[in-house]
């Protein structure tokens, strides 16, 4: 069965869309969690009184930022979020993306110890889906001079193309892309590109358009549901009408 990539912030788990894991898995869904934690990184830098600097919505990243980095996404987020799915009954099992390594990147120009994801190595994940685990994977890569900090939507979508999984799901905490109000059904790559330079998509919600439209240029359909609500996963992958479906054009029922 293919697998199922899950993009969750850096917030609790309980009582939102990850308490459907437990089912899922009891089904034989092999799934890969990618998490972020910018706001928790925000608070730590300022903890330590080192100055925040984003461009385009990427976070520059010196060697500080990137040591600060590596200890919250791979330490303490991914840890908070394994202890919280271990207490929902999921093995979970917190890795980063240069363990194996899982993602290889290479440097955005401008952005300091920023990484675009090149390539993919699914084997440790294998391993751990043979063991049983669910994988946790912190948003880091490893490039030319070490770790580097990656986008966490992006390096979701580049997994689950790679993997060539049956969907992507990125949570987030509304219910898809919304206009007027209401949840856009569905769209294709181009027009997420449209409703991102419109400024409909605006915030975290521009990163997330562009990587499901990424993950479905891959052949991956992704969907941007809310990861408040209990079902919501267990819903999208039964081929409910969940959030915003994102797959090209085409593709379409």
């Not at 990147?105 to 294998?126: A, I, K, N, T, Y």
């Not at 994977?137 to 790679?162: F, I, K, M, R």
């Not at 992507?168 to 219910?175: A, H, K, M, W």
């Not at 991956?220 to 992958?237: D, E, F, T």
Request: net charge neutral; hydrophobic share 45%; charged share 20%.
């Amino acid at each position: 069965m293919r697998p199922v990539v899950v993009k969750v912030g850096g917030a609790s788990v309980a009582g939102g869309a990850l308490e459907d894991l437990p089912s899922m898995l009891s089904g034989g869904t092999r799934i890969a969690l990618v998490h972020g934690g910018g706001k928790q990184l925000s608070r730590m830098l300022d903890t330590l009184g080192i100055p925040t600097r984003f461009q385009e919505g990427l976070r520059i990243t010196d060697e500080r930022t990137l040591e600060v980095a590596e200890m919250v996404f791979a330490g303490s987020v991914n840890k908070e979020l394994v202890r919280g799915l271990l207490a929902l009954g999921v093995p979970a099992a917190g890795i980063s993306g240069t363990d194996g390594p899982v993602l290889r990147v290479e440097p955005v120009p401008g952005l300091g110890r920023v990484g675009r994801v090149v390539g993919v190595e699914g084997r440790l994940l294998e391993a751990l889906w043979s063991g049983g685990f669910v994988p946790v994977v912190a948003p880091l890569g490893l490039g030319p001079e070490g770790a580097y900090n990656v986008n966490a939507d992006d390096a979701a979508a580049a997994l689950a193309v790679a993997l060539g999984a049956r969907g992507l799901l990125l949570l987030t905490d509304v219910d898809g892309l919304l206009r007027d109000g209401e949840p856009v059904p569905a769209l294709t790559p181009g027009e997420c590109e449209r409703y991102v330079r419109s400024g409909i998509a605006s915030g975290g919600m521009a990163p997330k358009l562009r990587a499901a439209a990424e993950a479905a240029r891959g052949g991956v359909p992704a969907r941007i549901i809310n990861g408040g609500r209990r079902g919501a996963l267990a819903g999208a992958l039964a081929g409910e009408q969940v959030g915003t479906l994102i797959q090209q054009e085409g593709a379409f029922a």
